[in-house]
């Protein structure tokens, strides 16, 4: 870590058998706390996801621990820097699902789509036959994408199996074996929803390997097909290239990403409302959001944090 960037960030998750995820629960909360860690992890019968931050060594205890787990010595892990603490408190959940999808025997431990890494990406999504998928959700995808991917618009991971269901017709139209190819920002999502395809009978289907953050973080951009900005669930809201800190902010009111055109609306009010939003809240939503603004200020001039300003989202994309 550096002097600007003094808190390190993990992206963590591993589909794994656990029989009594509520067994690993307080352990791994007590060794967090002993750690000074903050953040969300989550923990369901398929697995663990979440995202933590805190001092390399902390960091490292609770990434140890977890690896000690069954089936997840192959613990998949982003780091990344922070300029202070992104969370405002540590939780371990227990959840029926590490990324919710609802829809029941999906299962990436059995079977799930090829993994193809990111430096083999490129000639895979040239293919003219490659039907190329962004899973993540629309305000994700409105700031940037591989080009020529089809965007599902949805509002969130859930939303997915239906759209596919509904669209699968029109997506492999004219083609006798459709090749799909799914990616996500860490992976998750996309493995998830190749065990989906496989499940509904699609045999060829890709996902890239690490996700959008290990392509921007390994492919030189002038070989790169990625277009825009990468949202992220921290503080950075958003990474380019080389995992450099994007431009994107925060809308506090509504958690969508706003970019520099966004704040010069005449909709953009700091920690109230933006273009995004605007429509949807009451004159009442708007007086309390402000009075949470008021509060945020305040506290920064003192020199302390508040609850407003901190991301409480984990890697359940």
Request: a neutral charge; charged letters at 25%; glycine letters at 8%.
């Amino acid at each position: 870590m550096t002097e600007q960037m003094p808190i390190l960030v993990a992206a963590l998750y591993r589909f794994a058998a656990f029989d009594m995820p509520e067994a690993l629960q307080f352990p791994l909360q007590r060794l967090c706390k002993q750690q000074g860690i903050k953040g969300t992890i989550l923990l369901a019968s398929e697995g663990v996801n979440g995202t933590i931050a805190g001092t390399e060594g902390g960091i490292a205890a609770i990434i140890d621990h977890i690896r000690r787990w069954p089936g997840c010595a192959e613990l998949d892990v982003k780091y990344s820097g922070a300029r202070e603490m992104p969370f405002y408190r540590m939780k371990v959940r227990l959840k029926q699902e590490i990324v919710t999808m609802g829809v029941a025997g999906i299962d990436p431990k059995r079977e799930v789509g090829t993994y193809v890494q990111p430096k083999d990406w490129n000639a895979l999504i040239a293919d003219p036959d490659t039907i190329l998928i962004d899973t993540r959700n629309d305000y994700e995808v409105g700031i940037g994408s591989f080009e020529g991917a089809v965007d599902p618009k949805t509002k969130s991971f859930r939303d997915f199996p239906a759209w596919f269901r509904e669209n699968r017709a029109a997506l492999t139209a004219g083609s006798n074996k459709p090749k799909f190819a799914m990616f996500c920002t860490g992976g998750i999502r996309c493995e998830k929803s190749t065990a989906f395809l496989k499940a509904e009978g699609i045999d060829e289907v890709y996902h890239l390997e690490g996700g959008i953050l290990r392509y921007l973080e390994t492919v030189p951009a002038d070989q790169s097909k990625w277009q825009g900005e990468c949202f992220v669930f921290d503080e950075r809201v958003s990474v380019k290239h080389g995992l450099e800190l994007g431009s994107m902010e925060l809308c506090h009111a509504c958690r969508q990403p706003i970019s520099t055109a966004d704040k010069a609306s005449l909709h953009y009010i700091t920690g109230v409302a933006c273009p995004h939003c605007f429509d949807q809240r009451s004159e009442a939503d708007r007086a309390r959001f402000a009075e949470r603004q008021k509060q945020i200020t305040l506290a920064k001039r003192r020199g302390k944090p508040h609850i407003g300003t901190k991301s409480c989202n984990s890697n359940d994309e």
